[in-house]
């Protein structure tokens, strides 16, 4: 009966240790791939600004008219880069930020995994000496039934510490 409750932790756990390297791997290259994402964005952002500052340059050299329609075309594609800081900024706190803090939760659940490993080795060690003991004073009853006792005192202790 312990032995089947310990096999169905064991596979438990594995399976978040699973499902935490998978977090672990895949959120980490998509918080990355965004990040890189944002930065070409913004430089994107800053050479069309340093475009912006060229037209109007080359406006202030010019006719009238043709003065008129490159700053009219330098305030519009001003206004297109505008856009584009705002599509940086909300990816950064909508997106990037978000992601990052996945890498302290997975760090906190690695820890958490490894507490739950090392109790479960202690609980199999317990249950090993638990059947040696039995195998050894079969008729002892009281010695098994001591052992029995002290080994669910010391899981319930270390569920208790789990949490």
Do not use: W
């Amino acid at each position: 009966m312990m032995r089947r409750t310990l096999e169905n932790r064991n596979a438990q756990t594995k399976q978040l240790q699973t499902a935490v390297s998978n977090v672990e791997k895949h959120f980490g290259e998509l918080c990355q791939i965004f990040a890189a994402y944002v930065r070409k964005t913004a430089r994107l952002r800053d050479k069309a600004d340093l475009l912006v500052n060229e037209i109007n340059a080359y406006a202030a050299t010019e006719t009238p008219h043709l003065k008129l329609g490159l700053m009219n075309f330098a305030d519009e594609f001003a206004k297109l880069q505008d856009y584009r800081q705002a599509e940086v900024e909300r990816l950064e706190a909508k997106v990037v930020e978000p992601l990052k803090t996945y890498g302290t939760i997975v760090k906190m659940k690695q820890d958490d995994l490894k507490a739950t490993f090392t109790a479960r080795n202690r609980e199999a060690k317990q249950l090993t000496q638990l059947e040696r003991t039995r195998q050894r004073n079969p008729p002892d009853r009281h010695v098994i039934n001591f052992e029995e006792f002290s080994v669910k005192r010391r899981n319930i202790r270390n569920l208790y510490s789990l949490c």
